[in-house]
């Protein structure tokens, strides 16, 4: 079962605008992992972020979550056409049988036109 | 540093065929092992999951099978392939619980 949907599915922006990708998940998590995916390659994780933490950067990345209505999102300030990827949010659960398993939404297409 | 190798990159399998997808971790040691599968255009499904030698979860009841012979090496098998397997299948590795995946290159199964 997967945990975590991004909103919206697809974003396409212009280099030096700011893109920002918002993540939903249902249960109760330990922590909230964002990762990039070029085409037909393997993910690569950007930042996490813990349950009792509200906010985080890292670079141009800035990650926010709000555990009450289960919801985070992704700022990526000063876009550039590097960053065209598509982005998932991934969770970690904190109890129960699927403890330490690490769920992953659908993703985010992310394209920055130069 | 640790480094991940998985292989092969693409493979062409035809409806009925074995399968066997190989990965291997190196510079750490008892890492947790994942399989993901990514339909086109879609999210990662959580196939397997292992926390040690021998000790292998299964999320969703397939047509598939790990096995995890070493410490740090993951196989994914199947004794007859499905068109409904084709996908493209990724290996990843952790710490440990609640740790950040770090992911290999994957490979593209087409079953024909």
């Known amino acids: 079962s997967q945990q975590g949907e991004e909103d919206p599915q697809a974003l396409s922006i212009q280099e030096g605008e700011n893109a920002t990708m918002n993540c939903s998940y249902k249960t109760s998590i330990n922590n909230l992992q964002w990762y990039r995916q070029n085409s037909g390659r393997g993910l690569v994780h950007l930042i996490l972020i813990r349950s009792n933490e509200r906010e985080k950067h890292s670079g141009r990345l800035r990650v926010t979550l709000d555990t009450s209505k289960k919801s985070s999102s992704l700022l990526i300030t000063a876009s550039r056409a590097a960053d065209t990827a598509s982005y998932f949010c991934?969770?970690?659960?904190?109890?129960?049988?699927?403890?330490?398993?690490?769920?992953f939404g659908r993703g985010t297409q992310l394209t920055v036109w130069p | 540093s640790q480094t991940i190798h998985q292989w092969p990159a693409t493979l062409v399998q035809p409806v009925g065929s074995p399968l066997s997808l190989e990965c291997t971790v190196e510079g750490t040691s008892n890492p947790n092992l994942y399989w993901y599968r990514q339909a086109a255009g879609r999210g990662l499904q959580l196939l397997f999951y292992?926390?040690?030698?021998?000790?292998i979860s299964s999320e969703v009841p397939q047509n598939l099978s790990a096995s995890r012979p070493q410490d740090r090496q993951f196989i994914l098998s199947s004794k007859k392939l499905l068109l409904s397997d084709s996908g493209f299948y990724l290996c990843?590795?952790?710490?440990?619980?609640?740790?950040?995946?770090?992911f290999g290159n994957g490979t593209r199964l087409t079953v024909t």
């Open positions: 292992s926390v040690g030698i021998g000790q």
């Open positions: 990843a590795w952790s710490e440990g619980n609640n740790s950040p995946l770090h």
């Open positions: 991934a969770t970690h659960t904190d109890r129960g049988s699927t403890l330490g398993r690490l769920y």
